[in-house]
């Protein structure tokens, strides 16, 4: 299973020994830090002995030339009333000579347990560990928020081999220990104070992520960022279609994303297709992505050039991207919806679907998202959306004024299913933010006609694979696995529309005005560099997947897939 072998993979990190050392040292000396007043009176009492020794006592006293280090010497044993001098005759030397053994020991004592406690504390109290590890990073990214989205976050940058330290506010949250477990200092804290960006080591930091579930915490927390660190690269999640253009105006061209926006487009896709597992919502339209495992009569054996050409996709590239296709390879191509299907039923035919409309369960932020989705296609399909009693008129009465038909209930109930037009629906999708809520949706529908076509809003890739193992659902995504890469990838790079995960690699689009060495290349040369042009527009025309042949010109705008490097 794909989220089993990350975390397999990623528990594999181990702590450098530099780091482990240097981290104990800077813990050690917050220890002493806190203790400061023991240690300092302790300090002070053995070293104006010490002084009074060398400089007044011992020169008179002894036949010996005396130094600092014999007089500290005898200073601890008279701190152990082990001492072979005798008292001076002066008021100043039998004060210290009475008070160095009696004081010396008690701040000596206090010292001892006030660290012993520190001591003891630090196994209890494990954030200033956390913090004493961040403390080592240097260039790392810092993801603000352990939510869902944060969490994929992580171990996105984890996969691409990035330094992350976390910042989450919520000591309980459930995904802490699996962090920790990889490697990963968490600092506890509000993400909007100074004081935990600096512990943090914002200063020293290559990017921050806001992933929190609040728009405005998400500005406030690149916006202290921003006080500290102006040029500091910041991406934020945002829901608000208009904030997210407005913070784009102050902070940068993609520097917010919504993971609802980035994730409906493969939900609407998904609902009119099995094949598709990840939709790239470009300005010039849409573009999927799909998995193939070639089957044995496969028409797409062969040369890549002869099944590009027949079903106008593109194999993704990639150190095998050249070669032929062999039976039983598992390819990935991008392309149009309408050719990645087609690409799929010639690959291995499938039953044919019911010819019925679409119902979409779920009004929040992916299921509007969604239905916008589906309302702007050409032909618009029949479309019932469910929502909750909860939901705002408001929401209802804009849909139905766009002719979607929307009924309030429970999407579990059998009734309002049938009511909904299940008998002649040929897929259903359950877009709850709730996992288990999402599943009972599901299985309600399974029971009743198994052959509608069900796409589901999961979280946890183990539950996708194993709905897919028991109850044949094939089609469930999870809204933050499918936004985390866009998120990170924004982070590390400048100009990026849209990103997505293959394995452990990250697959990235950004859109350039080439007026570098590639002018004067061709499609074919820029590929076997590894970038794949999606799009070139050219004074104004647009092109999709422009052929091998096509030669770049100056002042051209693409839209290139490459792997981040």
């Given amino acids: ?182 490697g990963v200092p968490v600092i506890y804290g509000d993400a909007r104070d100074p004081a935990v960006l600096t512990r943090a080591g914002l200063r020293r930091a290559q990017g921050l992520i806001a992933t929190i579930d609040d728009d405005l915490k998400n500005v406030e927390i690149a916006l202290s960022a921003r006080r500290i660190r ?122 044919v679907w019911r010819n019925g409309g679409l119902i979409v369960c779920g009004l929040g932020k992916v299921g509007t998202q969604v239905v916008r989705l589906l309302i702007r296609r050409e032909p618009c399909p029949s479309l019932t959306v469910i929502c909750t009693v909860e939901t705002p008129q408001r929401y209802i009465e804009v849909l139905t004024a766009q002719g979607v038909r929307v009924l309030r209930g429970d999407a579990r109930d059998p009734e309002l299913l049938r009511e909904a037009g299940i008998e002649h629906a040929s897929a259903l999708a359950a877009l709850y933010s709730d996992d288990l809520l999402n599943l009972q949706i599901g299985l309600a529908v399974r029971s009743m006609y198994p052959d509608v076509h069900l796409v589901l809003r999961v979280f946890s890739d183990v539950l996708a694979d194993r709905l897919a193992d028991l109850f044949g659902i094939h089609t469930a995504f999870s809204t933050s696995a499918l936004a985390a890469p866009s998120l990170v990838a924004a982070a590390l790079l400048p100009d990026v529309e849209a990103a997505f995960d293959v394995g452990d690699q990250l697959l990235v689009v950004r859109r350039q005005v080439i007026i570098d060495r590639r002018v004067g290349q061709t499609v074919a040369e820029l590929r076997a560099a590894g970038q794949l042009p999606l799009s070139v527009r050219r004074n104004g025309d647009l092109q999709w997947l422009p052929p091998d042949q096509f030669v770049i010109e100056c002042g051209d705008e693409l839209e290139v897939l490459t792997y981040l490097t």
Avoid at 34 to 40: C, I, L, M, N
Avoid at 87 to 97: A, H, K, V
Avoid at 113 to 122: A, E, F, I, M, S
Avoid at 252 to 265: D, E, I, M, Q, V
Wanted: with cysteine; aromatic share 10%; proline share 7%.
């Fill in 1 to 182: 299973m794909a989220q089993d072998i990350r975390l397999t993979r990623l528990k594999r990190r181990r702590f450098a020994l530099w780091r482990l050392i240097i981290a104990n040292i800077i813990d050690d000396v917050r220890i002493v830090r806190e203790a400061w007043f023991p240690v300092s009176a302790l300090v002070l009492v053995l070293g104006s002995c010490t002084l009074y020794l060398r400089w007044f006592y011992l020169p008179d006293y002894c036949d010996c030339q005396p130094d600092t280090a014999f007089a500290l010497f005898e200073t601890l044993k008279l701190l152990l009333f082990q001492t072979d001098l005798s008292l001076p005759d002066e008021i100043i030397g039998r004060t210290l000579f009475f008070l160095t053994p009696l004081l010396g020991l008690f701040f000596l004592l206090q010292s001892a347990v006030d660290v012993g406690r520190l001591l003891v504390d630090k196994r209890t109290r494990p954030e200033h560990w956390q913090a004493a590890l961040a403390a080592t990073y240097r260039g790392h990214m810092i993801v603000c928020g352990l939510g869902r989205v944060g969490y994929r976050a992580v171990l996105q940058l984890l996969d691409c081999r990035r330094e992350v330290v976390a910042i989450e506010a919520n000591p309980a949250c459930e995904f802490i220990p699996t962090l920790i477990s990889l």
């Fill in 230 to 351: 102006p040029e500091l690269p910041t991406v934020q999640r945002i829901f608000s279609r208009a904030l997210d253009a407005r913070i784009e105006r102050t902070f940068g061209r993609n520097s917010a994303f919504s993971p609802a926006a980035l994730a409906a487009p493969t939900f609407a896709a998904a609902l009119m297709s099995t094949t598709v597992r990840y939709v790239l919502d470009l300005p010039a339209g849409l573009l999927g992505v799909a998995y193939l495992t070639v089957s044995d009569d496969s028409p797409l054996i062969g040369p890549v050039a002869a099944m590009e050409q027949r079903f106008g996709v593109r194999r993704l590239p990639g150190p095998n991207a050249q070669f032929d296709i062999v039976p039983s390879e598992e390819v990935v191509l991008v392309g149009s919806l309408p050719a990645l299907e087609a690409v799929h039923l010639a690959n291995r035919p499938q039953p």
